[in-house]
């Protein structure tokens, strides 16, 4: 497979949001402002990417029956490292994304490539596979929140882009509202992707 | 037998060197991280008194009483105490809210600020909120004038009380033991503390606890209240205004509590307590 086609993949074709469904309850419950769903987008995007590097580099030496703990091991390892690094170095960031951090770890599209990709891989590939599904991520989460942000509160990253009195829909910045939201925004990709294939 | 002990050391050895990963980003990062938490404080501190010399922590007098005070700091300029700093953490709707409040010698609140809150976004965390905030400067240190002054946030009655049943106790400690402003009312009670009991709170009120436990809708309970009097013998002002409004907000809170706080029911809760 070449990079680049597994490069697009995570972000297109196989777009861990939109097409796999996986990470679907930090997608919903941080997407409530642009800025959070970039935080995480890109906190998700370095633990994909070393913890795919990690797990392809380690492939030969983790015997197959304990592949699980030694995948948590990995990926726990990284997110903590994460975490502590945006507490030391981006308070605000932390205090914003709060719990959400720590749970990267049960992010399922981590998991998923470790298993599926990054175990049966070379590291280069496995590296920008990470890559490509953490950029995928980050522009499906970031997608959402600034809808959600927009309609919920009226604003984009935080400036005001609808007219001054505008009752937000209060409904979009709650848990229904973001079902609802990624539902739709599931049906105009699938919509989009059905009139290419048939094109 | 083998094969597990060679899997189990294999195990062993990963975990041997992601600890030691972590131990080793833990040194480098625990310095930064304490660094923010007391520049947090102090921000916090700074934010509520901006005109100080120094605070200076003081012991916390009967804990036991007032769970949600975590520090107490006396405002020291020219040598003298013109003030108090509290850092006070209630237990909100969604998680703790972490506040700092100040209040001067004289008894009038300086500024209320909010460290961290966690509460539903656009609803909750109003409470953060300048329009919210500003109800508070210049308020007297008084437990009557919090509890009817103050108006609860629109859909988001339980941060609301959170917050202001932090004041409460806060107030109570400066009233009971620092000897600044009166508590001789009753004590706001905090909906999330009490989701078991829904309506009195007994973990927040301190030193009005038992005696109030039945009597909420008493309207004696200015006469209860004399039991922990050391507070000044201010005017019994809110005594008797604030008991129907805390019976009303009572029942209110009690409803929303219940199930999951959705907007219509927070709505009218809101409507009941703004009404008091």
Known sequence: ??????????????????????????????????????????????????????????????????????????????VTIVDLSIKAFLPALSESLGIYIPLIVVNCIIFARAEAFAFKNPPLPALVDGLGMGIGFTLAITLLSIIRELLGNGTIFGVHILYEGYKPMMIITQAPGGFIMLGLLLAAVNALSNRKNNA | MRETLKLSLRLFLFALVAALALAATNEITKDPIARQAV???????????????????????????????????????????IGYTFQISSTGYKG???????????????????????????????????????????????????????????GATVSSKAVLSGVDQAFRYAAQVLGIGSANSEAVPNPSADAQSGATSDAQS????????????DAQSGATSDAQSGATAGAQSGAASTTPSSATSDTQTGATTDGNGGATAEESAQNGGAAA
């Open chain 2, 96 to 154: 703790p809210i972490v506040m700092t409040l100040g209040i001067s010698s004289e008894g009038a609140v300086s500024a209320l600020s909010i460290n961290s809150q966690s509460e539903t976004a656009g609803l909750g965390s109003k409470v953060a909120d300048e329009e919210f905030l500003s109800q508070f400067p210049g308020k007297p240190v008084d437990t009557g004038a919090l509890a009817s002054d103050v108006d609860t946030i629109s």
């Open chain 2, 39 to 81: 520049k947090k404080a102090n921000a916090a501190r700074d934010a509520v008194m901006p005109v100080y010399d120094r605070f200076d922590e003081m012991e916390l007098v009967d804990a036991e009483s007032y769970p949600d005070i975590e520090a107490v700091h006396s405002v020291v300029k020219d040598e003298q105490i």
């Open chain 1, 1 to 78: 497979m070449k990079l680049k086609q597994v490069f697009t993949n995570g972000i297109i074709t196989e777009n861990p949001t939109f097409r796999l469904l996986l990470g679907m309850c930090p997608t919903l419950a941080i997407s409530t402002a642009a800025v959070n769903g970039v935080g995480m987008g890109l906190a998700t995007t370095f633990v994909l990417v070393f913890s795919n590097l990690f797990i392809s580099l380690l492939r030969n030496v983790i015997p197959e029956r304990i592949r699980i703990p030694a995948f948590i091991i990995v990926i726990a390892t990284f």
């Open chain 2, 206 to 217: 301190g030193a009005t606890s038992d005696a109030q436990s039945g009597a909420t809708s």
